[in-house]
């Protein structure tokens, strides 16, 4: 008997386990990266908002080595493999456009697109659910990211009020619920995404309890 065919197929099982371990360094360089952009980004939290561009001139440089690490893990990947090995790194895709969807707002008081995570990660958000063809981000993955946002924005508003922005709460209540009436145009079949849907109303009812306080209190209208 020929046993080639065994020396074969272990030399494809070799191949397999190097690409493996190969992914896994690069995810782990990409969620240090993350890690990182988030320390960055968190710093907005305790800065008035005249002070946000000094956050923002942190995170800029942050989110581009975040780029560079995506690409890195791009070059692993061919679209035959893609969805074998994308599980090992989608919290991380997640985690970036949440960091994305959070400097965006911060910048200019809207949704990041996923043309601004294009430009800002390097890569498209596959916002048809097509055949790929090449490196991209989920749609769940971008919307994932999005639902984050809320989070930020009910602890940004409560942090607004203890640096003495009683006017912020307004601003981000307004956006937020602007926000979370798009999601609800949306008919989410993903499990994962549903819950973490329901989740964006205690959010909301968080921020409009700041709002109630200060009204409250006489320091809004």
Not at 80 to 86: A, M, S
Not at 117 to 128: D, K, M, Q, R
Not at 188 to 197: G, T
């Amino acid at each position: 008997m020929d046993i080639q065919v065994f020396v074969d197929l272990q030399d494809t099982f070799d191949q397999e386990s190097s690409l493996f371990d190969a992914i896994k360094e690069a995810v782990r360089e990409l969620n240090k990266m993350c890690r990182i952009g988030a320390a960055k980004l968190s710093k907005a939290h305790s800065v008035a908002q005249s002070q946000t561009g000094e956050v923002l001139a942190d995170i800029r440089p942050q989110i581009n080595n975040i780029k560079q690490k995506f690409s890195a893990l791009a070059e692993l990947i061919k679209p035959v493999t893609f969805y074998k090995y994308h599980d090992m790194w989608t919290f991380a895709v997640q985690n970036a456009c949440a960091l994305v969807a959070f400097t965006i707002y911060l910048e200019h008081s809207r949704l990041a697109t996923p043309d601004d995570i294009h430009e800002l990660l390097g890569f498209n958000v596959n916002t048809a659910n097509s055949d790929i063809s090449e490196f991209v981000f989920t749609l769940e993955e971008y919307l994932h990211g999005t639902i984050s946002l809320f989070s930020e924005l009910s602890r940004l508003a409560v942090n607004a009020v203890i640096v003495g922005d009683v006017k912020r709460p307004q601003e981000i209540s307004a956006f937020a619920s602007e926000l979370y009436a798009g999601f609800q145009l949306l008919n989410l079949k993903n499990d994962a995404l549903r819950r973490r849907f329901d989740s964006i109303k205690y959010d909301i009812k968080k921020i409009e309890e700041v709002q109630y306080d200060l009204r409250v209190r006489g320091l809004i209208s």
